[in-house]
């Protein structure tokens, strides 16, 4: 007896048919499982000491704010002047700072660019008392008395006003919260209000933390750490979005069971995908981190910080607060 095979094309015998079948010949392959989908954690029960410890994490950013007088605001925010300039030879960077450290200059930092002491970024920020022009001419002319007449090559010079600063921080802050709402506003529209304030919970949460990491490290906070924010805002809402929809899935398979064993069977089956995803995007961040340079380090230190706890946030702070409003709801959980 002899079988058609529109797949390939052809005719098999039965017997053939069987063996394939027997063998697995022919079936598309399927990749290792590295996290096998029935890991049977208690993600629920761990819930209440997570919680305790995303409270501690949240109060350490709090008095780290106290204790620092608020974030290592960039030009971007506080206003001032940068120029990046290159010498011929390798200068330290103590020399470079005893150079521009002059009365006229109310702060100046400097920053080695590519650590090889050739190329160096000197920001003079918060400068509300001379001209752009007299901070870049004073800065210019703290390098020549130091180093001599062209001595060094200036690459760039940029230089922000205080009430730009001012402005781009209300816009910053303003961009932060209206990407949060909408987030959580549309996992609310998807799914149901309980995902929806889980997954806004779960925002903020994220966004208080690595401000708080950025505040404890002294990492500078500028628009490319701006933009770091808001992707990890949507790298967050993402996971969040594939373990919700897990878990309406199973809910509406597992009706008799309680709440609780639909969330926990929901996420140890995203448990895989969830670990394979986030790692990929944390391998790359510290990358980006060591091998960067110091130019990007706060953009880079904070996606990593925000994927990690991104993803920590998608599995123990939005479903306890979906546990939470079905309990009240008198759901099972």
Excluded: C
Excluded at 43 to 50: I, W
Excluded at 103 to 126: C, F, K, N, S, T
Excluded at 178 to 193: E, H, P
């Amino acid at each position: 007896m002899k079988t058609t095979d529109s797949k390939h094309g052809g005719t098999r015998t039965s017997t053939q048919a069987r063996e394939a079948a027997r063998t697995g010949a022919g079936a598309i392959p399927r990749f290792t499982e590295f996290i096998p989908a029935d890991l049977g954690i208690d993600f629920v029960k761990l819930s209440p000491p997570m919680a305790v410890a995303s409270a501690i994490l949240i109060l350490l950013a709090f008095a780290s704010m106290f204790y620092r007088g608020g974030l290592n605001y960039g030009i971007d925010f506080a206003g001032g002047t940068m120029l990046e300039v290159r010498f011929p030879k390798a200068t330290t960077v103590a020399d470079v700072r005893a150079a521009v450290e002059r009365p006229g200059l109310r702060e100046a930092v400097v920053q080695d660019v590519g650590g090889a002491g050739v190329e160096y970024q000197i920001r003079v920020l918060g400068e509300a008392t001379e001209t752009e022009s007299a901070v870049a001419n004073a800065v210019k002319a703290g390098l020549q008395e130091k180093f001599g007449e062209g001595s060094y090559d200036v690459l760039r010079v940029e230089t922000v006003g205080p009430k730009v600063g001012k402005e781009l921080w209300r816009s910053a802050t303003l961009a932060v919260i209206a990407a949060t709402s909408m987030m959580g506003l549309y996992i609310a529209m998807r799914f149901d209000l309980a995902f929806g304030l889980g997954a806004a919970v779960a925002l903020v949460h994220d966004v208080l933390i690595t401000v708080g990491a950025l505040l404890v490290t002294n990492m500078e906070f500028d628009l490319s750490t701006l933009a770091a924010l808001l992707t990890v805002v949507g790298y967050s809402v993402h996971d969040t979005v594939i373990i919700s929809d897990r878990i309406r899935e199973n809910a509406r398979k597992m009706r008799k069971e309680p709440f609780d064993k639909v969330v926990n069977l929901s996420i140890n089956e995203t448990m895989s995908r969830t670990i394979i995803t986030s790692g990929t995007a944390i391998l790359t961040t510290v990358s980006l981190f060591l091998l960067g340079g110091p130019v990007i380090h706060s953009f880079a230190f904070a996606l990593l910080v925000g994927f990690i706890v991104g993803t920590y946030s998608s599995v123990f702070v939005a479903t306890p607060i979906v546990m939470a409003v079905q309990r009240r709801r008198g759901i099972r959980v």
